[in-house]
């Protein structure tokens, strides 16, 4: 079992920036790709950023060049750093483990409120 827990949620101006954080614990090392996923009202839930254990990350279209995703494996943390908010950006942040044997587990999600 993996735990996921996230901080760093909150309400920001179009233009501005906060940083996600998710902190895992339990069985860490059968993490195999942990990153964040979104959800805004009425739509599915979409990869936002991921990165792997060799330290590849992977962005999607919508947020290349604005959001950066980093690890810090000694406190067995992924961040997530958004710059140039969109009101477009606004939802709820799920951070992702994918685990051995296809386990797949989320955190409790953080909401991201970005203001026009």
């Known amino acids: 079992q993996v735990q996921l827990v996230e901080f760093g949620g909150g309400l920001v101006q179009a233009g501005g920036s906060l940083r996600l954080s998710c902190t895992a614990s339990?069985?860490?090392?059968?993490?195999?790709?942990i990153g964040w996923y979104r959800q805004a009202p009425g739509k599915q839930r979409d990869m936002v950023a991921t990165?792997?254990?060799?330290?590849?990350?992977d962005y999607s279209d919508s947020v290349k060049g604005r959001f950066t995703i980093s690890e810090d494996i000694a406190k067995n943390t992924v961040y997530l750093q958004m710059n140039s908010l969109k009101p477009e950006d606004t939802a709820i942040y799920y951070c992702?483990?994918?685990?051995?044997?296809?386990?797949?587990?989320w955190g409790q999600g953080t909401q991201v409120t970005v203001s026009s």
């Open positions: 990165i792997n254990g060799g330290g590849r990350a």
């Open positions: 992702n483990a994918k685990a051995d044997w296809g386990n797949e587990y």
């Open positions: 339990g069985n860490t090392f059968s993490i195999g790709t």
